[in-house]
């Protein structure tokens, strides 16, 4: 089974990082939990894996 990394981070506008995080990834579907503390607000979600960028857009009320 071959493993990359996801680096993973929650930006606040603008682009102010809040939270940054590693996960070890294989092929396929891998559900990451993340529980970063932070306040109420709009937030990017975004991870980096083997050069594809994703990213979310989160509120969290």
Request: aromatic share 10%.
């Amino acid at each position: 089974m071959l493993f990359e990394t996801a680096a993973t981070s929650l930006a606040a506008y603008p682009s102010r990082t809040v939270w940054r995080n590693d996960y070890a990834v294989a092929a396929g579907t891998n559900p990451l939990h993340a529980w970063p503390t932070c306040a109420a607000g709009a937030y990017t979600l975004t991870a980096e894996i083997g050069g594809q960028v994703l990213r979310q857009r989160l509120l969290k009320e």
